[in-house]
């Protein structure tokens, strides 16, 4: 009998009639390759929805003896807007509640580089958050009402943070004075299965960095000294 079970991933906007599904499935039967249509079932699909939802499709030729034929649909609690010049993603708005998340390198294979205007605006569960090495550009008041915010863990180096553009003190996820980790293995915290470490005390801008952009440390509230 024929099994095959799909994933795919999803925005928060998405619908019934928007969802990106496969028309024609591949699969071994026999010594044989087959390509056959399939018609998936999204009526029992919730939008607005985020976690992960079965569909179940039925192939169109019936000749084949089936188990299962299903795509589970892991809605993320992000809206996305697509960049076709650069190929990559924005972020535009956080829809979750969870107290900490992780951001998103990626969606649908593309990078994710950009946290829109506003995107987490007054995301007041937010206690921690991880952010993505892939993000060039924070747009004004990102985290802006983000006032139980606590700790922040970048999965790059500080080369790699002061490289990015962050527009004003509310984009910037410190603005409460948030505690700023880096990606370490030798680090002592733990985050996501991630090692990592606090922003010193005393911090030495290592000597590849050209620029620093504006905000980058703004309210990091155990660093007192940059050299």
């Known amino acids: 009998p024929i099994e095959i079970l799909l994933t795919s991933e999803e925005a928060y906007d998405v619908t019934a009639t928007?969802?990106?599904?496969?028309?024609?499935?591949?699969?071994?039967?026999?010594?044989?390759?087959?390509?056959?249509?399939?018609?998936?079932?999204?009526?029992?699909?919730?939008?607005?929805?985020?976690?992960?939802?079965?569909?179940?499709?039925?192939?169109?030729?019936?000749?084949?003896?089936?188990?299962?034929?299903?795509?589970?649909?892991?809605?993320?609690?992000?809206?996305?807007?697509?960049?076709?010049?650069?190929?990559?993603?924005?972020?535009?708005?956080?829809?979750?509640?969870?107290?900490?998340?992780?951001?998103?390198?990626?969606?649908?294979?593309?990078?994710?580089?950009?946290?829109?205007?506003?995107?987490?605006?007054?995301?007041?569960?937010?206690?921690?958050?991880?952010?993505?090495?892939?993000?060039?550009?924070?747009?004004?008041f990102a985290f802006s009402g983000c006032d139980n915010l606590e700790n922040v863990y970048y999965n790059g180096t500080i080369e790699d943070w002061c490289k990015i553009t962050i527009v004003n003190h509310y984009s910037n996820p410190m603005c409460y004075e948030t505690n700023l980790y880096f990606l370490d293995e030798n680090g002592d915290v733990e985050y996501n299965g991630n090692k990592y470490s606090l922003l010193p005390n005393e911090l030495v801008i290592p000597e590849g960095v050209t620029s620093i952009g504006s905000y980058a440390f703004y309210k990091c509230r155990n660093l007192k000294t940059i050299v």
Do not use: C, M
């Open 18 to 140: 928007t969802l990106d599904l496969p028309s024609t499935i591949s699969f071994e039967y026999g010594d044989e390759q087959k390509e056959e249509v399939v018609t998936w079932d999204t009526s029992a699909f919730v939008a607005n929805k985020i976690g992960k939802q079965k569909i179940y499709g039925t192939l169109n030729n019936n000749q084949y003896v089936v188990k299962e034929i299903s795509i589970e649909v892991d809605v993320l609690p992000y809206t996305f807007i697509y960049n076709s010049t650069a190929n990559t993603y924005t972020i535009h708005k956080y829809y979750g509640t969870e107290t900490n998340i992780v951001v998103p390198s990626k969606f649908k294979n593309i990078f994710v580089d950009k946290l829109y205007a506003r995107s987490f605006e007054e995301s007041n569960d937010l206690l921690s958050i991880e952010l993505p090495d892939t993000l060039t550009y924070i747009y004004e």
